[in-house]
């Protein structure tokens, strides 16, 4: 397995830089670039918007494959120290900055993302439809599965987690809010977890050989939905998402021989807590003070915006989020209430994934 001088897993760092900037850059895209009111032609535009769908079942599925991948030994603890460690603490973080979203997004009305503007649909939020945090939610949700169904053998859990996952791609199942991306990555979380081996294989033996026989049928897969608006055919979602996965894990691999593209995806991927929470209200204030003067910006202004804001914006929001991560209580960011000495000593111990 290849790691870092920390002893962290590098391919996985490097697929969980990959995935948040990916996340940022498609949040950039759909609640703030394509809001913009261009007067140029909608080429650049329109070659943005059709990257970041290209990588839709790439980005959830493999960050929730990873984070199945490292849960191996948290799932075989005891129950109180799987809920205190994992459910407890993702549930926590999530409800802390479920309110830190519902306060910044009241003050910008007009920016197009699920918020809770009112105290019934703040109780839904917290409870059965999540909002744009619900990475956390699911998180906490899939420890508890996964906890309960670990002595299962894979195919009993893995099954209905893939059924679910392609009624809900499929629009068989009602999905209000952020619930459509609950129900379609348990698969993946669940994937990571029984399939650790084979992962770690991928990633050990990654080639560009493997990347291409990979990448060819991904591409015909995006194409056979792009032509035939095929995303909600039954079990097509999961399937593509699958083959997602491993051209992730494939590509995560194949970075870590280029040294210095590695480490500085690598300590990103150690670091998307702080990004993943913050970088929407951030967006949201960037794109209230930006949306007015670029949509009234003259074509040459446009066409720059139009190539290049997106990468641009993307990187300016990370790096802010691990900036203010630096200064912002650890708090916001961990379970406060002190565990018993056994408790602690296992969590330092995982800390490191």
């Known amino acids: 397995m290849l ?3 920390r002893g962290r897993v590098a391919w996985a760092d490097v697929a969980k830089g990959m995935c948040i900037l990916l996340v940022v850059l498609w949040h950039v895209l759909m609640k703030h670039y394509l809001q913009i009111d261009w007067h140029i032609s909608g080429q650049a535009r329109g070659l943005w918007g059709t990257l970041g769908e290209q990588l839709l079942p790439l980005r959830m599925p493999l960050f929730f494959a990873v984070s199945g991948f490292f849960a191996v030994r948290a799932v075989q603890r005891p129950w109180p120290v799987v809920l205190r460690t994992r459910v407890a603490k993702f549930y926590y973080i999530y409800v802390v900055w479920l309110v830190i979203h519902t306060v910044v997004l009241a003050f910008v009305p007009d920016f197009g993302t699920e918020r809770a503007d009112g105290p019934l649909k703040f109780l839904a939020q917290l409870t059965i439809t999540p909002s744009n945090l619900w990475y956390l939610y699911a998180l906490a949700l899939y420890f508890v599965i996964a906890k309960a169904a670990h002595r299962l053998p894979a195919w009993a859990v893995l099954t209905p987690a893939f059924l ?7 629009g068989l199942l009602a999905v ?7 129900y379609q990555n348990l698969v993946f979380f669940l994937a990571g977890l029984y399939g650790k081996s084979l992962i770690e294989d991928l990633a050990a033996r990654a080639s560009w050989r ?3 026989l990979v990448g060819a049928p991904y591409a015909v ?3 056979v939905i792009a032509v035939f608006d095929a995303k909600t055919w039954f079990g097509l979602w999961p399937v593509v998402s699958g083959v997602a996965i491993v051209l992730g894990v494939t590509a995560a691999g194949l970075v870590t021989r280029w040294e210095g593209l590695s480490k500085g995806l690598a300590s990103i991927g150690s670091r998307t807590l702080p990004i993943y929470v913050m970088h929407m209200p951030l967006l949201a204030l960037t794109h209230a003070a930006l949306i007015g003067p670029l949509s009234a910006a003259g074509p040459t202004t446009q066409w720059i915006v139009a190539i290049a804001e997106p990468v641009a914006l993307t990187g300016l929001l990370a790096w802010l989020c691990l900036v203010l991560y630096r200064y912002l209580p650890k ?3 961990e379970l406060p209430i002190t565990a018993p000495r056994a408790i602690r000593t296992v969590t330092r111990s995982s800390a490191a994934h």
């Open 3 to 5: 790691t870092t001088e």
């Open 164 to 170: 679910l996952s392609a009624a809900a791609s499929a």
């Open 176 to 182: 209000p809010g952020d619930r459509a991306g609950v």
């Open 210 to 212: 493997r990347l291409l």
């Open 221 to 223: 897969l995006l194409t």
């Open 331 to 333: 708090s916001l960011f």
